[in-house]
Structure formats: structure tokens, C-alpha cells
Antibody
Framework: QVQLVQSGAEVKKPGASVKVSCRAS????????VHWVRQAPGQGLEWMGW?????GVTKYAEKFQGTVTVTRDTSISTAYMELRSDDTVVYYC????????????????WGKGTTVTVSS | SYVLTQPPSVSVAPGQTARITCGGN??????VHWYQQKPGQGPVLVVY???DRPSGIPERLSGSKSGNTATLTISRVEAGDEADYYC???????????FGIGTKVTVL
């Protein structure tokens, strides 16, 4: 069964960074891009960026350049997103296109989300 | 940056048809994908490449596109269809993925 399992909810203080993990199972982790999307309470979906797990190459939305870092550990089929943000939001990781052609541009498997709460 | 336009809300009676639109500049040249997000849950892909359905998605949900407007149609609406629906495209000029603001479908 193809799935992405995300780390549990986090509470962080303003100004602190947080690292969210996303472990893939049921498929070859390095064969597909992994994307990250965030959703503020009552708001829509906002694409943040992707990582090519095979090469480690990343792409970020302009809004998140400099505040988000996506990495991966292929030995445990896990992608990570580290960010400095003072927003309370839910972060989702998703499986995207294969890393080799033919490419597609949708996300077919989603994690259940990780809630990051900012509180002093 | 590329913008997708969706109506904030659509209301429909059970058994009727709901149509959710998604508009964008030059949308006809892009592939449009749709996600369903039920309250308290993560999104689920329901239509990809304008009109294709992943396995397990009922035929009552269908996608279409005409010109610069894509439409997600939900036929014979059920209470369980109450959710937020998002359209999404890939903008090749920026190599960014873009979501619409989402449409809340309310079953009366």
C-alpha cells in the first residue's frame, strides 16, 4: 500500500524552527518527486516546493525561498522540511511525478498532515 | 504569478448536479487537476489531466474543460460530497504548482 507517513504535531515558540518528516512506503522513494504544501486554518492549499529524492535537487516557491529547506534521507525513505515560520498551519507532503519521463504534474498520494502550532 | 479563479462556494440539493468552475489565463494549454478535501482530512486527488479519474473515484465525479475554464461536475450529489474542492495546474513559465482558492460545496 502506497503511503506517506508524516511526523506528529509540533508546538514551537515564535522564531524557532521546526523539522517535519515524511516517510514513504509501498513504492521506491527515489523514483518520485516529493512535494510540500501548507494550509493555514480555514484557508486554502499553498504549494511550497519539491525535492527530487534521487538527486536531492530542490525547487521552492518564491514566497518560501530562504525560510524553507527540504532534504531527504534515502536510507530510510524519508523527506524532511525544515522551516522558520511564525504561522500556525498544517503541512502536507505528497508524492508527485516520476523523476524520469513521462512526467505528470499532479500529486497522487498525500500524507495526513502535520500541524505546527506557534505559541509563546 | 499564475492565478486560478474558483467560486468560494456552491450549494446544491441532494440528487442534483454541482458544477465547480476553475478559470485561468491560457488554461486551455494546461492540464487541470482536482482535489477533494473533507472536513478534518487531507486532500484526495479526484480528477487528473482535465478528465481522468484515479481508481476508486466514483463516476459521479467528472472533469471537463472548455477554453480557459475547467469544470468539476458532481452528479447525483450525496451528503458525503460535502467538502472543499481545489483545482491545480503546473505553471511552466515559473515551474511552480498553483492551486485555486478552493470551492466549498454545501449539500442543502
Amino acid at each position: 500500500q502506497v503511503q506517506l507517513v508524516q511526523s506528529g504535531a509540533e508546538v514551537k515558540k515564535p522564531g524557532a524552527s521546526v523539522k517535519v518528516s515524511c516517510r514513504a512506503s509501498g513504492y521506491t522513494f527515489t523514483d518520485y518527486y516529493v512535494h510540500w504544501v501548507r494550509q493555514a486554518p480555514g484557508q486554502g492549499l499553498e504549494w511550497m516546493g519539491w525535492i527530487n529524492p534521487q538527486t536531492g535537487v530542490t525547487k521552492y516557491a518564491e514566497k518560501f525561498q530562504g525560510t524553507v529547506t527540504v532534504t531527504r534521507d534515502t536510507s530510510i525513505s524519508t523527506a524532511y522540511m525544515e522551516l522558520r515560520s511564525d504561522d500556525t498551519v498544517v503541512y502536507y507532503c505528497m508524492r508527485g511525478s516520476p523523476v524520469v519521463p513521462p512526467y505528470y504534474y499532479y500529486m497522487d498520494v498525500w500524507g495526513k498532515g502535520t500541524t505546527v502550532t506557534v505559541s509563546s | 504569478s499564475y492565478v486560478l479563479t474558483q467560486p468560494p462556494s456552491v450549494s446544491v440539493a441532494p440528487g442534483q448536479t454541482a458544477r465547480i468552475t476553475c478559470g485561468g489565463n491560457n488554461l486551455g494549454s494546461k492540464s487541470v487537476h482536482w482535489y477533494q478535501q473533507k472536513p478534518g482530512q487531507g486532500p484526495v486527488l479526484v480528477v487528473y489531466d482535465d478528465r481522468d479519474r484515479p481508481s476508486g473515484i466514483p463516476e459521479r465525479l467528472s472533469g471537463s474543460k472548455s477554453g480557459n475554464t475547467a469544470t468539476l461536475t458532481i452528479s447525483r450529489v450525496e451528503a458525503g460530497d460535502e467538502a472543499d474542492y481545489y483545482c491545480q495546474v503546473w505553471d511552466s513559465s515559473s515551474d511552480h504548482y498553483v492551486f485555486g482558492i478552493g470551492t466549498k460545496v454545501t449539500v442543502l
